[in-house]
């Protein structure tokens, strides 16, 4: 594509979706020829970025990821900041890349840190990135990328540390504005690219770095490259996470363990109230029974509805594959309930059991908890109604160990630890810049899947909360990736699909958002 | 006294109370003196009794004890049999001690074996037994016996494995009757010790050696000589003990652990499954919610209640020493509490909790119980129980860990595991030999505790059903004796209050029992 093209493209706005689709598909063809000419040069690209340790806890080498971004983002013209909180904590990348008339900024985010390595079970080291033929097990066999000729099996995978999580979203991104620029073609937007250095440990600056640069992150759109695609392989666009927040609870008996025969029925045992105090909580279909939980849920509007019933069924597979003989919600879809609120008990611990179990009266019993949260829940919200709920039910709360004064002077002591992570985000699927990624995307790929929010949290909430900002997640990586694993591996075809999905955004959304 | 005077003693059978006690006082002056001036003797003989290694798994040094036991009833006359359930086995040995004219015969248990010795802790060699000035800490001094003048210090302890658990009764039984001889006193009654090898081993052949001597074993009662006294320090008699069962229940969510996110709300959570059972089983007060559950209860008789509304008063004490701000059985006594049978919760575990949890939905999750038993339930009847109720709450009960296949065709499935342990004995307390005893104790030790039934279990229904004949317990040692644990003791006025009490048994059932 040419200017001409590039001026014809913005000419179509009033055109009916046919015409966008036939040229697109032109394009759509000029990039794919583009990536099978360069598939060894955007390799060894993402090869040179996953050599260098990315571990988020060493800023150092941080900070050297960021140096060979900086580089990789200016050599494509981007003017590139530097953003820190403050000093010694892991630095973030703005690039910038302003497009001559265009109405509209969207920002593309992605991270460059990586999960630590100390796992035992690397086949290779985990920054000495390495071409295999496959997933690991069977045939599997290592390529020499300077040996063979493109194009290269698609099947391939590259294995390193943040091959899939997430440095591979970043060269696709690059990869995807080298092949615009190869065929003549402008993106339709102002082009940002924000790329973090802290993800990975909880992105405890995010929000200052946010907060410090709002006018530089000033855009109508996010977009975050993140995460893996539907396990079925089919691409996806997800619009919303739920947020999540997490509770250890504890309840206790005597000081000491007791013998059951000689003080059970009399002495309280903290395993029973504990059972009784969980079973309080939520019920067997997974229905929270705190009153009002369920308050703060937004409801899905109809587009998020349509979009759950469109989503590819998985219940008969997963039931099969997990050794289900039940669900939960009474038969209901999973992504139906997905949209829910959720109370999980990540597990439970009091005295032992089995062999080790005594004919005592245990001195204490613990749950572990995380909710899942909806919009417009909070977590500050949810923990006061689980304390309101557990105080009505006669619990006194704690914050720490409770004296033996305090456990005698009051009837059922429970110690509560909150993590307050973060809340839910869901952008609605209808406004136009909803519409429009899912049209382009929808294009690009040959039919995505639309999720108006993932049943996982992914902090969509910092943005959406701190940049007042519609957010929206095209992730590209393969489902079985491996990600904060051992022999963590990116499948060359997902590269692929991610260079022809983003080359589209940034054609394509300009024109398609109206 | 001599045998005019024992005929003296059989001659006050008609006469009332008053007299007997007035000769029972005599008795009981000419008992303490002749310890008084031979208890260097008795600490010996018990020392060198002690010096015999008895870990019960160990059945040669268990063999010796016996060969040495042997030789000490021997001396006083007993004609001692050797019994054993098999080549190979523990044995136990009988002695019988006729008495002319005597009516009845009353077997004195007492069992020679003891725990293992491998904790870490023992301030000195387990069978080198060693005289202490009192309990371990502070100011507590080596004494050597041979050494010191009598009369001992009361509070003097003997430090060795089994000096409580469970030889110390058998030298308290040979004092008494040395005692009395000495005072030229005849028992009133046929004597037969049993002394078991194997009961800290689970007893696996005692009923089958007591079914294979019941004409040598026939007696009119059975005084269980094991077991300390009450915490006060005052002598208690029991009647009874608790049976006891083991439960381990497992439950089962998806194959793997899955993320919450990802699939909670879905996926059945194993962790709040077994909440929920755990809740259906029993509430907060320790009331059992199985349907029939108490069906078999055997209630206490007027007697039985009587004893249980005069034992005295530890809830408040207990209360303030474990930190309890509440108890079970809405404000209900102990003693009251420990008349029922119970559901204790050993444990709980499912995944982790604390710093260890991840927000995944755990695989399984279990719990281990014990349930106290009560006269008339059996183990069977309650496993029947609770199998039954489970089945209706909609479970299916496997016994090995469920295949994939069974866990995927069944919407919810337990796997239990039963340690069918024995029932419950009580003993009428309104028995002549019953009101005997208490009367002959309670005179002896100045006022005992009457205890109907243990809440702990004792094995005392294999003696009740297997032999049909009444069983109660005199136990002697101190309460804070460190049995099974280490260094174990006995405080040397708790042997020379098991001597009054065994010689005055000796001396005065017979005529007591009316």
Not at 40 to 53: C, D, R, S, T, Y
Not at 275 to 301: C, M, Q, W
Not at 439 to 451: E, M, N, Y
Not at 488 to 496: A, F, G, H, K, T
Request: hydrophobic share 45%.
């Amino acid at each position: 594509m040419t200017r001409r093209r590039s001026t014809l493209v913005s000419a179509v706005l009033a055109v009916p979706w046919i015409a966008t689709a036939a040229l697109a598909a032109d394009l759509h063809q000029q990039v794919r020829a583009w990536r099978v000419a360069h598939e060894k040069v955007i390799v060894g690209e993402l090869m040179g970025l996953l050599a260098l340790p990315n571990v988020a806890t060493r800023v150092a080498d941080v900070e050297k990821n960021a140096d060979h971004l900086t580089e990789m983002l200016k050599r494509r013209g981007f003017e590139v900041r530097r953003l820190t909180a403050a000093p010694g904590t892991p630095p973030a990348l703005v690039g910038d890349l302003r497009v001559p008339g265009a109405k509209r900024t969207v920002v593309f985010y992605a991270h460059f840190d990586g999960q630590p390595v100390d796992q035992k079970g690397w086949l290779s080291d985990p920054f000495k990135p390495l071409l295999r033929t496959g997933p690991l097990g069977g045939e599997v066999k290592e390529v020499d990328l300077a040996k063979v000729e493109g194009p290269l099996n698609p099947e391939w995978r590259i294995y390193a540390r943040s091959a899939s999580d997430d440095k591979s979203p970043i060269v696709a991104i690059l990869s995807a504005l080298d092949a615009l620029r190869a065929s003549g073609v402008q993106p339709s937007v102002n082009l940002k690219l924000f790329l973090e250095g802290e993800e990975e440990q909880g992105s405890g600056h995010l929000t200052e770095i946010l907060r410090q640069n709002l006018d530089l992150l000033k855009a109508d759109a996010w977009i975050l490259c993140d995460g893996p695609v539907h396990p079925s392989r089919r691409m996806e666009v997800f619009y919303g996470a739920r947020g999540v927040t997490g509770l250890e609870l504890t309840v206790y008996g005597p000081l000491r363990p007791l013998h059951s025969g000689h003080y059970g029925n009399w002495a309280p045992n903290p395993a029973v109230t504990l059972a009784h105090l969980v079973a309080s909580l939520r019920d067997e279909e997974g229905r929270i029974l705190i009153p009002g939980f369920y308050d703060d849920v937004r409801p899905l509007n109809a587009a998020e509805k349509a979009a759950v019933a469109a989503m590819p069924p998985v219940e008969e597979k997963l039931r099969d594959e997990l050794a289900l003989g039940r669900t939960e919600g009474s038969g209901g879809r999973l992504q139906e309930r997905l949209m829910d609120p959720a109370l999980n008990v990540r597990g439970l611990r009091s005295a032992e059991v089995g062999e080790g179990a005594a004919n005592a009266i245990p001195t204490e019993a613990q749950v572990s908890i995380d909710f899942r949260l909806v919009p417009d829940q909070t977590p500050q919200k949810v923990r006061d109604r689980v304390e309101s709920f557990l105080r009505s039910q006669g619990w006194t709360l704690v914050t720490e160990a409770p004296s033996p004064e305090t456990r005698r002077s009051h009837p059922k002591v429970a110690r509560v630890a909150w993590s307050l992570d973060y809340a839910a985000a869901r952008t609605d699927m209808s406004l136009p810049v909803s519409r429009a990624v899912a049209a382009v995307v929808d294009r690009a790929a040959g039919s995505a899947i639309q999720v108006p929010m993932l049943g996982g949290s992914v902090p969509m909430v910092l943005f959406t909360e701190t940049l007042k900002v519609p957010v929206i997640g095209v992730p590209i990586v393969n489902h079985d990736n491996n990600q904060h694993g051992i022999n963590e591996n990116l499948r060359l075809q997902n590269l692929w699909d991610g260079i022809e999905v983003f080359a589209a955004l940034m054609a394509e959304l300009g024109q398609e958002w109206r």
